[in-house]
Nanobody, 121 residues
Framework: QVQLVESGGGLVQAGGSLRLSCAASGSIFRLDAMGWYRQAPGKQRELVAVISSGGSTNYAGSVKGRFTVSRENPKNTVYLQMNSLKPEDTAVYYC???????????????WGQGTQVTVSS
């Protein structure tokens, strides 16, 4: 019933930029922390960036200074601005979010289906 849809992935040369977005829709009473993860072939899924409902952020050391996560709460949307991209950033990027679907319900973690980011050298 809750859906997260990523967009903005694609092919870019090293040093280029991409902006990913993730929009949550469905039964949403409250949208709490949102985040971005990525998974490269043969590797575990890793945290890229997270942002709290109040806007505080954390980043993986490998992307800090290059990536910026932000959100627009009225639109239930989180963004990931990726600059100075490196081939090592190539991965499927997934959005997730903790969603409270009703006033008296617990928050649950939801995941998007992912968007491919490929950085060529």
């Amino acid at each position: 019933q809750v859906q997260l849809v990523e967009s903005g992935g694609g092919l870019v040369q090293a040093g280029g930029s991409l902006r990913l977005s993730c929009a949550a829709s469905g039964s949403i009473f409250r949208l709490d922390a949102m985040g971005w993860y990525r998974q490269a072939p043969g590797k575990q899924r890793e945290l890229v960036a997270v942002i709290s409902s109040g806007g505080s952020t954390n980043y993986a050391g490998s992307v800090k200074g290059r990536f910026t996560v932000s959100r627009e709460n009225p639109k239930n949307t989180v963004y990931l601005q990726m600059n100075s991209l490196k081939p090592e950033d190539t991965a499927v990027y997934y959005c997730n979010a903790y969603v409270q679907e009703g006033r008296w319900t617990m928050t649950k973690l939801h995941w998007g289906q992912g968007t491919q980011v490929t950085v060529s050298s």
